[in-house]
Every structure is written in structure tokens, then in C-alpha cells.
Nanobody, 128 residues
């Protein structure tokens, strides 16, 4: 029973930093590409970042490039999203998702329908 549990969402001031965590169970990160998605009220679900299972390559949405960093710790079965220089537009529910296909994922191919497993999400609030 594959499962993700996200944590780390909190209130942060503009310009601040935080780290989100996503712990996987029931499957191995060795064979799953992982993506972070987010959804703000009234907006569509969007891909934020991804990390490919085979080579660890990453990609980012233009809106977060240079500010966010995705990483993985296979021993801890955990995916991280380090968020720096947070902006008000970053406020959203952030959700981790896993894909077990062979596509080398980039931000342009982060279609929600491709993902096999989803977490429940963790809320990031940005306010002064």
C-alpha cells in the first residue's frame, strides 16, 4: 500500500525559508520519479519540481527556479523541498506524488494524470 505523508507546512514571512518533507512507505524511491505539486485556492494544480528516479536529475517551474530545491534521501525514504525567498504566490497546499513510468520527467511533463501515488498535502501560508 503505497503512501506519502507530507509535513513541514507552516506560516512563513515573505522572504523566509522552510523545508517540506514527504515520507514514502510501501514502495521504493529507487524506481519512482517524484514530483511536488501545489494548489492555491481558486487556482489549478501545478507542478513545482520533480526529481527522476534513475539519475536524480531535477527540474523546476520558472516561478520557483533559483529559490526552491528538491532532494531525496533514499535511506530515510524521504523527499524534501527546500523553499527559500518565499513569496506570497507560493502560498498553497503542497503535495508529493510518485510516478513509476519510464518518462524522463521535466516540469513540462508533470501531468497529474501520470502520477501513481499521492500524499494528502501540507499547507504553506505566506504572510507578514
Amino acid at each position: 500500500q503505497a503512501q506519502f505523508v507530507e509535513s513541514g507546512g507552516k506560516l512563513v514571512q515573505p522572504g523566509g525559508s522552510l523545508t517540506l518533507s514527504c515520507v514514502a512507505s510501501g514502495f521504493s524511491l529507487d524506481y519512482y520519479t517524484i514530483g511536488w505539486f501545489r494548489q492555491a485556492p481558486g487556482k489549478e494544480l501545478e507542478g513545482v519540481s520533480c526529481i527522476n528516479f534513475n539519475d536524480g536529475s531535477t527540474d523546476y517551474a520558472d516561478s520557483v527556479k533559483g529559490r526552491f530545491t528538491i532532494s531525496r534521501d533514499k535511506a530515510k525514504k524521504t523527499i524534501y523541498l527546500q523553499m527559500n525567498s518565499v513569496k506570497p504566490d507560493d502560498a498553497a497546499v503542497y503535495t508529493c506524488a510518485a510516478y513509476n513510468g519510464d518518462i524522463h520527467m521535466t516540469i513540462k511533463s508533470m501531468f497529474p494524470g501520470l502520477m501513481n501515488y499521492w500524499g494528502e498535502g501540507t499547507l504553506v501560508t505566506v504572510s507578514s
